[in-house]
T-cell receptor, first 112, second 113 residues
């Protein structure tokens, strides 16, 4: 079983719609959670972090965390073609491993 | 956030040669890591670079193939040794700062002929 799971997509949404990206993780002791955006040919860029249950909003982005369900999501409101990228979920697992554990990423396509 | 630079940004190398990639951070960080990302794939952790001691390698990666140095808190190198076309990939330096946030450098795109 993969430690951090994401649907690979592509997830296709029309411009102006809400894009919903989901991630589940296996380690119940995980404490911190991150979303990265990666454009083709570029390195991952941190866009959101979340540490406690509930919602965290930053501009058009909202991260949602539910530790009981071991589920974290990213909502992108008013999606723009420039949001088209691969979104990586990353988890700081309580396994003694010092690096974040990454999902395989979801490719988002925003159609103009 | 930490600003990370990598050199070279890209290189084309011949089979059997070695390439050393440098990673420089503009501030002291707690952890430094090296990742590989093959075309169309997600990130694979190669190793954690430990200051002043041997790196900690992930399963499937060995020191003879990927020697790593970290002489101080802001600098690390990764060498890809005895390269083959299967080593063609993007190599990424990553750091974890004192807020436990992890950042990535711009990457080194390696092509092995």
């Amino acid at each position: 079983q993969k430690e951090v799971e994401q649907n690979s997509g592509p997830l296709s949404v029309p411009e102006g719609a809400i894009a919903s990206l989901n991630c589940t993780y296996s380690d119940r002791g995980s404490q911190s959670f991150f979303w990265y955006r990666q454009y083709s040919g570029k390195s991952p860029e941190l866009i959101m972090s979340i540490y406690s249950n509930g919602d965290k909003e930053d501009g058009r982005f909202t991260a949602q965390l539910n530790k009981a369900s071991q589920y974290v999501s990213l909502l992108i409101r008013d999606s723009q073609p420039s949001d088209s990228a691969t979104y990586l979920c990353a988890v700081n697992m309580d396994t003694g491993r010092r690096a974040l554990t990454f999902g395989s990423g979801t490719r988002l396509q925003v159609q103009p | 956030s930490a600003v990370i630079s990598q050199k070279p940004s890209r290189d084309i190398c011949q089979r059997g040669t070695s390439l050393t990639i440098q990673c420089q951070v503009d501030s002291q960080v707690t952890m430094m890591f090296w990742y590989r990302q093959q075309p169309g794939q997600s990130l694979t952790l190669i190793a954690t670079a430990n200051q002043g001691s041997e790196a900690t390698y992930e399963s499937g990666f060995v020191i003879d193939k990927f020697p790593i140095s970290r002489p101080n808190l802001t600098f690390s190198t990764l060498t890809v040794s005895n390269m083959s076309p299967e080593d063609s990939s993007i190599y990424l330096c990553s750091v974890r700062d004192f807020t436990d946030t992890q950042y990535f450098g711009p990457g080194t795109r390696l092509t092995v002929l």
